[in-house]
C-alpha cells in the first residue's frame, strides 16, 4: 500500500506560478504512473497531467497545455506539477494519484490509478 501526500498548494493572483509535490511513502510497491486530477466546487474532478513511470511520457490535458508541466523524481518516487501563468479558473483541490497495479485505463482517466492524496487547495484571484 503507498500512500501520497501533497504539498505545494496555496494563494496566487493571476499569472502567478505554483509548484506541486506529491510524495511517496509506504512498503514494497511499484509505480507504473502518477497523475494530477483537480476538482473545482460543484464540479466533477477532472484530468490535469500524468507521466508513465519507466519511459517517462506526459500527458496532459487542454486546459493546461503550455502553462503546465509535469515531472518526476525516480529516486525519490515523488511527483511534481509545475503550474505557470495560472488562471482564476485553475482554482480547485488538485489530488496526486498513482497506478501501483498497471490497471487497465488510459492515463488520463481516473479508473487507472488506485492510491489518491488527500488533495491541496490551489487558489487563483483575478
Known amino acids: 500500500q503507498v500512500q501520497l501526500v501533497e504539498s505545494g498548494g496555496g494563494s496566487v493572483q493571476a499569472g502567478g506560478s505554483l509548484r506541486l509535490s506529491c510524495a511517496t511513502s509506504?512498503?514494497?510497491?511499484?509505480?507504473?504512473?502518477m497523475g494530477w486530477f483537480r476538482q473545482a466546487p460543484g464540479k466533477e474532478r477532472e484530468f490535469v497531467a500524468a507521466v508513465s513511470w519507466s519511459a517517462g511520457g506526459t500527458y496532459y490535458a487542454d486546459s493546461v497545455k503550455g502553462r503546465f508541466t509535469i515531472s518526476r523524481d525516480n529516486a525519490k518516487i515523488t511527483v511534481y506539477l509545475q503550474m505557470n501563468s495560472l488562471k482564476p479558473e485553475d482554482t480547485a483541490v488538485y489530488y496526486c494519484?498513482?497506478?501501483?497495479?498497471?490497471?487497465?485505463?488510459?492515463?488520463?482517466?481516473?479508473?487507472?490509478?488506485?492510491?489518491w492524496g488527500q488533495g491541496t487547495q490551489v487558489t487563483v484571484s483575478s
Open positions: 509506504g512498503r514494497a510497491f511499484s509505480i507504473y504512473a
Open positions: 494519484a498513482a497506478d501501483t497495479r498497471r490497471q487497465y485505463g488510459y492515463y488520463t482517466e481516473a479508473r487507472r490509478y488506485d492510491s
